[in-house]
């Protein structure tokens, strides 16, 4: 599909989640630090997006803005149209560092949601063994966090924050502590889960093989302080193959961007 | 692999034992020390009889009981005001303020300090054995649960709030699971140090219990009974934490490494 057609097709559509001219700005000792600035985005339904930006841009700011873990200084985050306040189940969040409560077995975890909204015992336990399934976990349902290998522990990531049904996932560079051959697994099987059950996401990377493989749509961060430098379309059919001569090119084109002044 | 190094510690264990135990031995045996010190087959002997036959008013069960139920009432209302309170000032601002400069200024105290002021304050009965061990342990416990609710992953509060938790069940889904290993060695500390000052106050004033048996078997000159005594505090504390560290393995199994 041409770019600016594909470009349309998702203007046309009303986003789930959109942030307009965010800033956010922490005192430190050396004065203020603008960690993002004047960052306008808009994701839509069933989007898979990717912020791709080097090491220390702010991603993970931008990610504690949308999810409301962290209020933004400037501008607003709207979910469907409207300004939210704090954290809450309808933005899910898959961590960096993973962030499962080690004193709960898997199905602990993935319920821990649903039961804290007050979902009855016998309906979170079948949705959270769907989604366990669904990440390719069954069978240990009884296994603690640290029984399992990291690769496992973000399936199990992904599938709490998924057990939620939220409007839009929020994924702060989830593979990034992964070794390389697990990441490239957990890249198949992201798109795999997301394919199987649509669900709209952000997903952070500083990876452009990583961003490549599984955006909808790239956003090319800037240094700090964090804006937008560029906007790709990744019209590539799926799976991607990541020695295919347009993925390499793309590959090529957006790091350039990335690194350019 | 674990059976191999299993084997090597029970047999090194087993070796060194009896090593100790022959050298008790022989050194006892027809020397001087052994005129002011019992070789371990008299302590031993009398340690057996101690079960059957009374010293003062009870057998050795029996002073055990006394000295078990002491530490255990002691112990349980240091640990159950222990973690409310160590709790509470990690929860609280407001709370570590009002208690933590009287906890560092009480805490290097020794509780066998206190036991001059307890019998003058609550007399010769139980009471005092219970605030002494009271005091023993309840350091020990207050300022590790304040350190393990202050050293909450804020992750995990991040994501129980982003899970849909309200603020006010935060300290129940997260911030009291994630304190109890610290509350747990705590609490192995304080069993520990309740035991050796059970035996303390006991030795300073009592008619039953092992600190008593010790201190009587000096009031007689006899040492056989001091030995007894001082290998029956011996079993028990290796008993007391034993237990605590199979209920720690139990409880607190998720925070333990373990194999795929």
């Known amino acids: 599909m041409p770019l600016e057609q594909e470009v349309g097709y998702l203007e046309r559509r009303a986003p789930v989640i959109e942030c307009k001219q965010l800033g956010k700005a922490f005192p430190s000792r050396q004065g203020v630090v603008h960690a993002i600035d004047r960052l306008s985005l808009a994701v839509c339904q069933n989007e898979f997006m990717v912020l791709f930006g080097p090491g220390q841009c702010g991603k993970t700011t931008i990610i504690n803005c949308l999810a409301g873990l962290e209020p933004p200084s400037e501008g607003e985050v709207l979910l469907h149209g409207e300004s939210m306040e704090g954290p809450g189940p309808d933005r899910g969040v898959v961590y960096q560092t993973i962030g499962l409560f080690p004193w709960l077995t898997v199905m602990g975890n993935v319920e821990f949601g649903l039961k804290h909204q007050g979902v009855g015992k016998k309906e979170r336990r079948e949705k959270a063994s769907h989604y366990i399934e669904l990440v390719g976990l069954d069978g240990f349902e009884d296994s ?118 | 692999m674990t059976q191999y190094k299993n084997s090597t510690r029970v047999i090194c264990g087993a070796i060194a034992i009896t090593a100790f135990i022959l050298l008790w031995y022989f050194g006892t045996s027809g020397t001087q020390l052994g005129n002011i010190m019992p070789g371990p087959v008299k302590v031993f002997r009398s340690f057996a009889r101690s079960f059957v036959v009374p010293i003062g008013k009870y057998t050795m069960l029996g002073h055990a009981a006394w000295s078990f139920t002491r530490v255990i009432v002691g112990f349980s209302i240091a640990s159950a005001l222990g973690v409310v309170i160590g709790l509470g000032m990690g929860w609280s601002r407001v709370i570590t303020a009002i208690f933590k400069p009287i906890i560092e200024i009480i805490r290097p105290i020794p509780a066998i300090a206190w036991i001059p002021l307890a019998i003058l304050w609550f007399g010769l009965g139980e009471t005092t054995k219970y605030f002494i061990i009271f005091l023993a342990g309840f350091f020990n416990v207050t300022l590790n649960a304040y350190h393990g609710a202050t050293s909450v992953d804020q992750t995990l509060v991040g994501a129980a709030r982003m899970l849909g938790t309200k603020n006010n069940r935060l300290f129940f889904a997260v911030v009291l699971p994630s304190s109890i290993p610290y509350i747990f060695a705590g609490m192995q500390i304080a069993i520990t140090t309740s035991w050796a000052t059970v035996v303390a106050a006991e030795m300073v004033r009592s008619s039953e219990g092992i600190g008593w048996l010790i201190i009587s078997g000096m009031e007689i000159n006899d040492t056989t009974r001091i030995f007894t005594g001082i290998v029956a505090v011996g079993i028990l504390g290796f008993i007391f934490a034993t237990i605590m560290r199979e209920v720690e393995n139990r409880v607190c199994r998720w925070s333990k490494k373990s194999d795929i």
């Not at chain 1, 502590?177 to 952000?202: F, G, N, P, S």
Request: contains cysteine.
């Open chain 1, 144 to 261: 603690y966090p640290n029984q399992l290998s990291g690769g496992m522990r973000q399936r199990v990531g992904i599938a709490r924050a998924y057990c939620i049904e939220p409007h839009v996932l929020l994924m702060d560079e989830p593979f990034g502590h992964l070794d390389a051959q697990t990441r490239y697994l957990m890249q198949e099987e992201i798109i795999r889960i997301w394919e199987a059950e649509k669900c709209t996401v952000i997903f952070v990377t500083n990876n452009i093989e990583e961003a490549v493989y599984l955006a909808d749509r790239i956003i090319v961060l800037s240094e700090r302080p964090a804006t937008t430098k560029a906007e790709y379309v990744i019209d590539l059919p799926r799976p991607r193959d990541y020695v295919d001569p347009r993925f390499l090119r793309l590959r090529k084109e957006i790091t350039e961007i990335s690194f350019s002044e």
